[in-house]
C-alpha cells in the first residue's frame, strides 16, 4: 500500500493494515532528541525504511503530539514506537531479545568511523542524540560502532534527522547487496 500525504494525514490504520506492512530488522532510538520536527521527521524516515520500531527516549517528546502529527504526516500511527526512560536501558533491552543486533551511534568523535566505511550487518539498531549535546556518553560506550558524516563547509555538524537519513539509506543499499 502506498497513500500520499494529503491521504496520510486523515487515515488511521487499522491493526491489520499495520501488521501486513513488511518490517526490515531496523530500530532507530532517540537518545533525548528534543525538537519535534525532527521528531516527527524521523517518523517518516522510519515509515520509509520500513523500520521495526522507533524508540524514543529520555526527554524525547512522545506522541500525540501537534508537531510531532504535523511533521510526520501521521505517519505515527503506523510506525511502531515506544518509549524508554535511558537509550541505555533500550539497548540492553533489544540486545536480551536479539543478541545479534548491532548497535550503531551516529556521532562525531575521535571513535567514529566514516559513514560509508561502516558494517551495515542486521539486525541493526541506529541511535542519534540530542541536537546540541550529541549521542550520551553511556551510549557511545556500549555501542558497537560510532559512525559519522564528513563535513567540508564552516558548519561542523548536520541536523540529526538529515545524518539519521544519510545513514539508513547507505545501510538499505548495503542490505540490499547482500
Known sequence: MKIGAKELRKKIPTE?????????????ILDNVLDTYNIGAIFRLADA?????VILCGQTETPPHTRIKKASINTTEWVTWSYSPTAVGALHEL???????????????SKSVPYDK????????????????????EVLEIADQIVEIPMWGVNKSLNVMVSLGIVLYKAMKSKEKV
Open 95 to 109: 540486545k536480551t531479545q536479539n543478541s545479534k543486533l548491532k548497535t550503531i551511534a551516529i556521532e562525531q568523535g
Open 16 to 28: 491489520e493494515e499495520r501488521i501486513t506492512i513488511k518490517k526490515h530488522p531496523l530500530y532507530i
Open 118 to 137: 561502516a558494517d551495515y550487518s542486521f539486525p541493526i539498531a541506529f541511535v542519534v542524540g540530542h541536537e546540541t549535546d550529541g549521542v550520551s556518553k
Open 49 to 53: 525504511v520500513a523500520c521495526e520500531k
